[in-house]
C-alpha cells in the first residue's frame, strides 16, 4: 500500500490551483463541496496548510443565509463546463456572494467530520485549533440553513430538489421523479454538454437526464433559490439517505468539538434528537433491510437497495441488528465477486457497473463504510472494503470511480470517469496512513 503514497501526493499537488483543489483537470475544473472535504483529509497527512486553505476557500462562498453551494467558480474565464457560473445566475438571490461565483445548490455536510478528523490526527497544533474555531460557526450555519429551509415540516429530515446535490447525480433512485418531471423541449434554454466529449457517453448520464437536470436548475432560478417556491412546485423532493446520514454524522461531531473548545451546542443537540430517531423510524425498509430514500412527492418510500442507505453506518444510526444485515449484504456481495460496495443494487435490472452512480465503486462511498463497519466492530468487513479500494487503485489508477464486478475489472486497463483524481487520492492516502 505504501507505493500508493507518493503518487497519490502528487495528484493533490498537481490539482491545487493556488488556494483550492479541482476534482480532475478538464471534466471537473472548479471547486466541489463534498469533493473539498474529502480532499483535505489526504491533504492534512503531508501539508496541513493545505487543508486549512481548502476549506477555507470553500467557505469563502457560504451565503448569507448559510447554504454552501456544490459548485465554487473562482476563475470567471474558465468556459471548458457546463453549467458554468453564469448559467446557474445565483445572484439572483441576493444572499449568493457576488465574488468568488457559485453554484445555486449544496451537495452533502461532509465539513463537519473532516474538521473532526484532523483534529483527531493533529491534536496539539495551534494553527488548526484557531482555524476550528473560526471555522465552527460557519458549519453549524449551514447546518442550521438546512433545517430551517430544506425540513418545511420540521421532521428532522431535510429535503433535495435536484440529483446533484444528493452526490449521485444519476442514480436509479431518481427515475420515477425524472419521469414525473413533464416539460416542453422546447422551453429550455439552449446549452452543450461538454462532460460527455471528455469522458466516454457511456459511463455518464443519459441526454433524458441531463435535460431534466437543466430543467430542475432553471425551477431553482425561477424561485431565486428560495425553498419555499421550489417545496412547492418541484417534481423532484426527496428526503436522501445520504444527505441525511451525513448531516447527522457531522452534527456529533459539531458536539464533540463544541464541548471541546466550550461552544454552546444545545441547538445541535436538539437537531440531532429529532433527526437520529426520525432517520430510524422513516427510512429504514424492514423489506429490503436497508435504509431507503423518501419521495416527497410521491409521499412513499424508494424501494431500492444502493449505497446511500449504508452510510447511515458511519452516522451511526442502524441499530446492531440492522447493522448486522448491512454488513451481511456487503458479506454476501464479497462471496459473489463483487468489489465492495456497488452504488447500487447488483440484483436490479437497472444496475449498471459502468455509468456512475447505477453501479460503479466511489473510493469517497467506500471511506465512509469502512469507517461506519469499524464502529460497530466489524472489522473484517471494514478490510475488505478498504482493501477492495487499495486494490482498485494499485490496479486501474486513481480515477473517479470503478467497476464494481471483479470478472469486468479484471479485463479493464483503467478506471472509469476522470483520471488522476483528488477524492481517490485523498480517501486512498487517508485509508492508507490510517493503520
Known amino acids: 500500500m505504501e507505493q500508493l503514497v507518493q503518487p497519490a501526493q502528487q495528484i493533490l499537488i498537481k490539482n491545487w490551483k493556488d488556494g483550492f483543489t479541482i476534482p480532475t483537470s478538464r471534466l471537473y475544473p472548479f471547486q466541489w463541496n463534498w469533493d473539498s472535504g474529502f480532499t483535505a483529509l489526504g491533504q492534512g497527512h503531508f501539508d496541513l496548510d493545505f487543508a486549512i486553505r481548502e476549506l477555507q476557500s470553500l467557505f469563502s462562498a457560504q451565503w448569507e443565509n448559510g447554504m454552501i453551494p456544490h459548485i465554487v467558480f473562482h476563475s470567471e474565464n474558465e468556459k471548458t463546463y457546463f453549467p458554468n457560473y453564469d448559467f446557474w445566475d445565483a445572484n439572483v438571490n441576493i444572499g449568493a456572494p457576488d465574488k468568488p461565483k457559485t453554484s445555486g445548490i449544496t451537495q452533502p455536510a461532509v465539513h463537519g467530520f473532516v474538521l473532526e478528523r484532523l483534529l483527531e490526527q493533529f491534536p496539539d497544533s495551534e494553527k488548526l485549533v484557531a482555524f476550528a474555531k473560526e471555522l465552527f460557526p460557519k458549519i453549524v450555519k449551514l447546518h442550521r440553513w438546512f433545517y430551517q429551509y430544506r425540513d418545511p415540516e420540521r421532521e428532522g429530515l431535510t429535503f433535495i430538489f435536484h440529483p446533484w446535490e444528493s452526490g449521485r447525480d444519476n442514480s436509479p433512485l431518481w427515475d420515477e421523479s425524472m419521469d414525473r418531471t413533464v416539460f416542453n423541449k422546447e422551453d429550455l434554454p439552449n446549452y452543450q454538454r461538454r462532460d460527455t466529449s471528455i469522458a466516454h ?6 441526454s433524458y437526464q441531463y435535460d431534466r437536470y437543466v430543467y430542475l436548475l432553471q425551477l431553482g432560478k425561477k424561485y431565486k433559490y428560495d425553498e419555499r417556491g421550489i417545496f412547492e412546485e418541484s417534481p423532484f423532493l426527496i428526503q436522501d439517505t445520504l444527505m441525511n446520514a451525513v448531516l447527522i454524522k457531522s452534527n456529533d461531531s459539531l458536539i464533540q468539538l463544541g464541548k471541546r ?36 412527492r410521491a409521499n412513499h418510500a424508494v424501494s431500492h437497495k444502493e449505497i446511500g442507505g449504508l452510510s447511515a453506518l458511519y452516522a451511526e444510526i442502524p441499530t446492531s441488528l440492522q447493522a448486522l444485515k448491512l454488513n451481511n449484504y456487503l458479506q454476501s456481495l464479497h462471496q459473489r465477486g463483487y468489489y465492495i460496495c456497488p452504488s447500487f443494487d447488483v440484483d436490479s435490472p437497472l444496475f449498471d457497473s459502468k455509468r456512475y452512480w447505477r453501479g460503479p465503486i466511489w473510493p469517497q462511498m467506500n471511506w465512509m463504510i469502512h469507517h461506519g463497519l469499524k464502529a460497530y466492530g466489524f472489522e473484517d468487513t471494514a478490510a475488505i472494503v478498504k482493501a477492495d479500494l487499495i486494490e482498485l487503485v494499485s490496479k486501474l489508477g486513481f480515477y473517479e470511480y470503478f467497476e464494481s464486478q471483479k470478472d469486468v475489472a479484471a479485463r479493464l486497463e483503467t478506471g472509469y470517469g476522470g483520471g488522476n483524481f483528488s477524492w481517490t487520492a485523498a480517501c486512498t492516502l487517508d485509508l492508507v496512513r490510517d493503520c
Request: aromatic share 16%; charged share 35%.
Open 201 to 206: 457517453a457511456d459511463e455518464r448520464p443519459t
Open 261 to 296: 473548545f466550550g461552544f454552546d451546542t444545545a441547538e445541535i443537540e436538539e437537531w440531532q434528537q429529532q433527526a437520529k430517531p426520525k432517520f430510524a423510524e422513516k427510512l429504514w425498509n424492514e423489506e429490503l433491510e436497508t435504509f431507503t430514500v423518501y419521495d416527497l
